[in-house]
């Protein structure tokens, strides 16, 4: 009766293995770059500016996007969207004016949209 148990332990057990161990388990597609990230962060608008040394950006995954969430008052940045790499992910529209990059552990940003302009300088 031992034998019969071990062996159906090993049959149910066997099937997780094989799924916890995927070799195409790509860091990008989990939540590797979710949580905060501490540094400098700024944002300017029209007369609004607002820098600091030590600010926060939560990064939130949103469906396949990304929602940046700003400390001391700068708005958020919603629904950006994202190529993704091994290691890290890097913005779709990454010209220049719409340039953000994450990892797990730095975040870099440099966004303009609407004549205002975000930049972080980031890490965890």
């Known amino acids: ?43 300017t608008s029209g007369s609004t500016s607002t820098r600091t040394e030590t600010g926060k950006v939560t990064v939130v995954k949103a469906g396949n996007n990304y929602d940046f969430k700003f400390s001391d008052g700068i ?21 220049g004016t719409k340039y953000i990059k994450i990892t797990a552990r730095e975040l870099t940003i440099g966004f303009l949209k609407d004549g205002a302009t975000w930049t972080a300088d980031c890490d965890r």
């Open 1 to 43: 009766m031992k034998t019969h148990f071990k062996f159906l332990t090993i049959l149910f057990m066997l099937p997780l293995v094989f799924l916890a161990c995927s070799k195409d388990d790509d860091p990008a597609d989990n939540d590797l770059f979710v949580g905060t990230y501490n540094g400098s962060i700024s944002y």
């Open 75 to 95: 708005p958020d940045l919603n629904g950006v969207e994202f190529n993704r790499n091994e290691n890290e992910a890097i913005s779709i529209g990454s010209d």
